[in-house]
């Protein structure tokens, strides 16, 4: 898990992550989570895009067996407990709140967006209306700072723990930096 500030990001994550989406990685900040065997499974975006967009999600779950399991928890209704857990659990609620808070500043201090002012991802600070985007702030903040985030890691299928990596068709990184038996050759 990493928030701001992020150590520079590798070539070799943009080529992952860009594996991962199935389209260029663009205006990458930061990974903010990793898989156990290295791989980006939360890419950090610019809040505003080079194009000038504004874009407010600023940890996205990368990681494709993330993602379908997040999908497959949406499906299957967690959202709705969610939400409903919100309306009964007050402490709930206010970590969510803060969850929220803490997004906005761990963006903000990236960039300030106007147009993106009061906006989180999610759904925070009162709804759940993305998994994928509250499982990705989990697990870059870590347990213990979105509640609802935490929730969906707890029942998922997939676990940071766990590499259930594809073949990206890229070096993986060993970002612990302990030296593999193959030493890197030159770009
Ligand atoms: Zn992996």
Redesign the pocket.
């Known amino acids: 898990m990493t928030r701001p500030p992020f150590p520079p990001v590798t070539e070799r994550d943009i080529r992952i992550v860009s594996a991962q989406l199935g389209r260029p990685a663009r205006d990458v900040v930061g990974i903010a989570a990793?898989?156990?065997?290295?791989?980006p499974?939360v890419v950090s975006t610019a809040p505003r895009l080079s194009d000038g967009t504004p874009f407010p999600t600023f940890y996205y779950l990368s990681?494709p067996a993330a993602t379908a399991a997040m999908s497959f928890l949406e499906a299957a209704q967690l959202m709705v407990e969610c939400t409903e857990l919100l309306a009964a659990d007050p402490d709930v609620a206010s970590a969510y709140e803060q969850a929220h808070r803490d997004y906005l500043a761990d963006r903000e201090s990236i960039a300030v967006v106007p147009e993106l002012d009061g906006i989180s991802a999610g759904g925070m600070p009162t709804r759940v209306k993305c998994l994928h985007a509250l499982a990705a702030h989990a697990l870059a903040a870590g347990p213990g700072a979105n509640p609802i985030g935490d929730l969906a890691l707890e029942r998922s299928s997939w676990s940071?723990e766990v590499?259930?990596?594809p073949d990206y068709g890229v070096d993986?990184p060993d970002p612990a930096g302990s030296t593999a038996d193959e030493s890197a050759a030159g770009a």
């Open positions: 990793r898989c156990a065997c290295g791989a499974t990681h940071p590499c259930r990596c993986l």
